[in-house]
C-alpha cells in the first residue's frame, strides 16, 4: 500500500460520523501521507477524518470531492490505526466510535497561535465580592496553570466581566502567550529512592525487560505500601531513558495529587495529566505533546489509553483490579485488557499492580502467559495490620446503631493515643432506604429500578443509579400520612452522625465521593487528612485506593457482609479485594494496624480467607469454581443488552434473538436470557439482557455480529454489546 499519495489521487477517509464505510476523496494539493488529519467536505459540512488507506474509487469519479485540508496534527500511526481497528473488532464497536474516542481534543490541527491568558496578579482587588473571590480562588487553587477567558469565567462560575473588572485592577494578570507550551523534560538520572532488595529486585526485571524492546506483561503484585509504586517509577525511569513514553493509569483521578507530587519528586517535573478534571486548553496541548513525543509521561484515567503516543515503550495500570477501568458507556471496553493489547502492538512493556490483582490476572500469572513480580513485605517497620471479625451475634447494639461496643473501646484507644482511626462503609447518603411506618412503603425512583437514597447534605432524596433528584416529602407518597416516613440502615452520613454522638471531642472527616464538588476539593481534604487534620475518617470506597494516611492505625469495617450477598459470581472476589485494599490503609508508617470486621457471619469462607490472609487459598477456589462453571478467564461471554421505553418491546425482541441462536450454536455457544437485566430500568428505559457463554477458543465476535444482525431493530430500542461483561 502506497503511504504517500499524490494531489488528485482516491483516498479512503475515515471520519467520526456514523457511515460504515470509508469516503473516497481526491488528496489535496502536495498530496497526503496515508494516517493524515484532514479535513473533508461532507454534504454541506466539514468533518474531521483520518486518511485510511487507497480509495475504491467504486463510483462516479467526477463527483468526488477533494480533501480540504491537511491538519497540523502528527499524522496517525500504523500502530495506532491497528489498535483502534483491533479494539473495534474485539468490542464490536464501529470505526467511526473509535475515531471519535481517539480524538478527543478539542481545536484538532488548529494551527499555533497567541492568545490572552490570564493568571493571578499582585494586585489586591478594591472591593472583594463573591463572585471575585471565586475567580481569585480558582487560579490559586490551579497554581501554575494559566486559563483562557471563556474557562477562567466557566470554571469560577461568574461573567467574564467579572474577570475583566479584576484585570483592571491588577488583581488577575493578562498575557499573550503562544498555545501548546513543550513540557518540562523530565529527568530519569535524578537520583530515586534507595530500594530494598526485593524492590531493587523487581526494579531490575522490569528495566532488562524494558531494554529489549519487546513486548511482555508483569503482573507486580504487593500488599499496600510495600513500594510498589516505588518500583514501576523505575521502570519509567529505563523507559525514559531509552527515549520511549511512558503511560500511568490510576482509577481515581482523587489519586493524582498525592501521585503527581511523588513524580515530580522523583523526575524533577510534572507529568502530563489526562482525566476529565482536565481543562480543555490543557487536554488540546496534552494530545498534542503525546502525539508529537515532547509529553515523556502521561498520567491518566483509562481513556488515556488511546491518545496518539509516537513511541509508548511501557504502560502501567495501578490498581489493576479496579472496576473503573471498564468503561461502561460507548465503547465498552476494559483498559487493563486493551493495554495489554497496545502493548504487543507497540512491543511495549504492560506492568499491572496490584495488592489484590484481579482473579484474571492471577490466573494468567499462574499460567505463565504474564511474568510475576512480587514484594513481600511493607516498606519500613510497618506490618500489615491484624486482622479480626467483630460478631456481631455477639454484640449489644441498640436499634439503629452500627458501632459495635468492641469497635467504639478500640476507637476510643487510638484517640487516646493521638492516632487516627476510619471507619468504613461502602454506601453513599444518610440511610439506603426510607420507608412509611405508616403503609410500609418505601421511595422509590420514577425511572429506575432503584430505591431512593436519603442525603441529609444535599437535603434531597437521590438514585443512585440515574441521579435523578427530589427533595425529601413531607407526606407519604403511597397512603399521604403525615410525617411516618423514617430512614432506615446506615449511609456515611447517618454513621457520621452516630459517630459525633459517641466521640464528642474527636474531629471528624467524611470521604465520599458525593460531599465534594470537585476533584480538587477532594484532593485537599486527603492531603489535611494525611497531615493529622482529623482523628475519625469516614468513608466509602473512595478511601481504600492509595492514599497514604499515615497516622492512620485502625480499621473498622461497619459492615463486612454487605457485597456477599447478591447473585454476582465475582461478589467474592471484590469483597476479598476490598477489604484487604481497606485494611491495608492502617498502620501504613511505623505503627502496626488493626483491622476489625463487623460481621454476622464470621464463618464465611470468604471472611475466613481475609482473615487469615491465605490469598492463594482464595484464589485457587475461587478459579476453581469459575473454571467449573465454564465463566471467564475459562471461558468467554458477553452480554447484550436491549433497552426500550417499553418492557414488553425489549423481552420480545430479547426472545426473537434468544430463538435466532443459529450463528451462536454454529460455535458451540450457549445463549441465556432474556432477562432483566442487573439494573433493570434506567432513565425510563427498561433493560432486558441475554448472557452468551462460549469456550474460551471459540470466534465468539464473528458469531455474535451475525446472530445480532439478523433481527430488525425498531427505532426507539436499542441494542449494546459487551464483551466480557463485569456482572455474569
Ligand atoms: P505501594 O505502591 O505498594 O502501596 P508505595 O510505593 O506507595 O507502596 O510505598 C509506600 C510508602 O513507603 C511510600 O510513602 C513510599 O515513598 C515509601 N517507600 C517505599 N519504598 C521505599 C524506599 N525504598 N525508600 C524510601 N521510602 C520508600
Ligand atoms: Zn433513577
Not at 499519495?5 to 471520519?15: D, H
Not at 509504586?229 to 493509569?249: D, H, I, M, P, S
Request: charged fraction near 25%.
Amino acid at each position: 500500500m502506497p503511504s504517500h499519495f499524490e494531489e488528485g489521487a482516491l483516498v479512503g477517509v475515515l471520519t467520526t460520523q456514523p457511515l460504515d464505510r470509508l469516503l473516497d476523496y481526491k488528496a489535496p494539493e502536495g498530496g497526503c501521507f496515508v494516517g493524515a488529519f484532514v479535513e473533508v467536505p461532507l454534504g454541506p459540512r466539514k468533518v474531521l477524518g483520518v486518511v485510511w488507506g487507497p480509495g475504491r474509487g467504486d463510483f462516479d469519479i467526477s463527483k468526488i470531492r477533494s480533501v480540504i485540508r491537511v491538519l497540523d496534527a502528527a499524522p496517525m500511526l500504523d500502530e495506532m490505526r491497528q489498535f483502534l481497528g483491533r479494539v473495534a473488532d474485539y468490542t464490536l464497536t464501529p470505526m467511526p466510535a473509535m475515531l471519535r474516542l481517539a480524538t478527543r481534543s478539542p481545536g484538532l490541527g488548529d494551527p499555533p497561535s497567541m492568545r490572552k491568558v490570564y493568571r493571578l496578579g499582585h494586585a489586591e482587588p478594591d472591593r472583594m465580592t463573591d463572585a471575585r473571590r471565586r475567580v481569585l480562588e480558582v487560579l490559586s487553587e490551579y497554581g501554575g496553570l494559566s486559563f483562557t477567558l471563556g474557562e477562567l469565567a466557566e470554571t469560577a462560575g461568574v461573567t467574564s466581566s467579572v474577570v475583566k473588572g479584576l484585570v483592571k485592577q491588577g488583581a488577575v494578570s493578562e498575557e499573550e502567550s503562544p498555545r501548546d507550551l513543550p513540557y518540562p523534560r523530565l529527568d530519569p538520572e535524578l537520583p530515586g529512592k534507595e530500594l530494598t532488595g526485593d524492590q531493587a529486585a523487581g526494579a531490575e526485571v522490569l528495566g532488562a525487560a524494558i531494554r529489549s524492546g519487546a513486548y511482555g506483561t508483569t503482573l507486580l503484585k504487593g500488599v499496600t505500601g510495600s513500594g510498589k509504586t516505588e518500583v514501576y517509577l523505575e521502570a519509567v525511569a529505563e523507559c525514559l531513558r531509552k527515549g520511549r513514553q511512558a503511560l500511568v493509569l490510576l482509577p481515581e483521578i482523587a489519586l493524582t495529587a498525592e501521585f503527581l507530587k511523588r513524580v515530580e519528586a522523583r523526575f524533577g517535573a510534572m507529568p502530563t495529566e489526562w482525566h476529565s478534571g482536565v481543562t480543555m486548553t490543557e487536554r488540546r496541548r496534552a494530545w498534542k505533546m503525546v502525539g508529537e513525543g515532547g509529553a515523556q509521561l502521561v498520567v491518566g484515567a483509562r481513556s488515556a489509553l488511546f491518545l496518539p503516543f509516537r513511541d509508548l515503550g511501557l504502560i502501567v495500570i495501578d490498581e489493576e483490579h479496579d472496576t473503573s477501568y471498564k468503561q461502561e458507556d460507548g465503547v465498552l471496553y476494559n483498559a487493563r485488557d486493551m493495554a495489554v493489547l497496545r502493548a504487543s502492538i507497540a512491543s511495549a512493556q504492560v506492568v499491572l499492580a496490584s495488592a489484590t490483582p484481579s482473579l484474571e490476572s492471577w490466573v494468567n500469572a499462574e499460567s505463565g502467559k504474564y511474568s510475576r513480580l512480587e514484594l513481600k513485605s511493607r516498606f519500613g517497620a510497618s506490618e500489615l495490620p491484624d486482622m479480626s471479625a467483630i460478631d456481631m451475634r455477639d454484640e449489644d447494639l441498640p436499634s439503629s446503631s452500627w458501632v459495635s461496643p468492641s469497635l467504639q473501646a478500640a476507637v476510643r484507644e487510638r484517640l487516646e493515643a493521638g492516632e487516627q482511626s476510619l471507619l468504613f462503609l461502602n454506601r453513599r447518603g444518610y440511610a439506603p432506604v426510607t420507608i412509611c411506618r405508616a403503609c410500609g412503603h418505601q421511595i422509590a425512583c420514577d425511572h429506575c429500578d432503584a430505591r431512593m437514597v436519603e442525603h441529609r447534605f444535599l437535603k434531597r432524596l437521590v438514585c443512585h443509579q440515574c441521579g435523578e433528584t427530589k427533595p425529601m416529602p413531607e407526606v407519604c407518597p403511597s397512603c399521604e400520612v403525615e410525617g411516618k416516613l423514617a430512614p432506615v440502615g446506615p449511609g456515611v452520613e447517618r454513621l457520621h452522625e452516630e459517630a459525633a454522638a459517641l466521640f464528642p471531642d474527636a474531629r471528624i472527616a467524611v470521604l465520599s465521593s458525593d460531599l465534594f464538588g470537585s476533584a480538587r476539593a477532594l484532593k485537599a481534604k486527603v492531603e489535611e487528612i494525611a497531615s493529622g487534620g482529623a482523628d475519625i475518617v469516614i468513608g466509602t470506597q473512595l478511601v481504600a485506593k492509595g492514599h497514604n494516611f499515615p497516622l492512620l492505625t485502625l480499621v473498622g469495617v461497619i459492615d463486612a457482609d454487605l457485597g456477599l450477598q447478591g447473585s454476582d459470581l465475582r461478589a467474592a472476589e471484590r469483597t476479598f479485594q476490598l477489604m484487604r485494599q481497606v485494611a491495608g490503609r492502617a498502620g501504613r508508617a511505623e505503627r502496626a494496624g488493626l483491622a476489625l470486621l463487623q460481621t454476622f457471619q464470621p464463618e464465611h469462607p470468604v471472611i475466613r480467607a481475609i482473615l487469615s490472609g491465605d490469598e492463594e487459598g482464595f484464589w485457587r477456589a475461587e478459579a476453581a469454581e469459575r473454571k467449573a462453571a465454564g465463566v471467564p478467564p475459562y471461558g468467554r461471554m458477553a452480554g447484550i443488552v436491549i433497552s426500550s421505553p417499553e418492557a414488553q418491546q425489549a423481552f420480545d425482541i430479547g426472545g426473537a434473538l434468544a430463538r435466532a441462536d443459529g450463528p451462536l450454536r454454529r460455535i458451540g455457544a450457549q445463549v441465556f436470557g432474556p432477562a432483566p437485566a442487573p439494573i433493570a430500568r434506567i432513565r425510563g428505559r427498561h433493560r432486558v439482557r441475554l448472557l452468551v457463554k462460549a469456550e474460551k477458543t471459540a470466534p465468539l465476535q464473528a458469531a455474535l455480529a451475525q446472530w445480532v444482525a439478523q433481527v430488525r431493530l425498531p427505532a426507539n430500542l436499542r441494542l449494546s454489546i459487551d464483551i466480557d461483561p463485569q456482572n455474569f
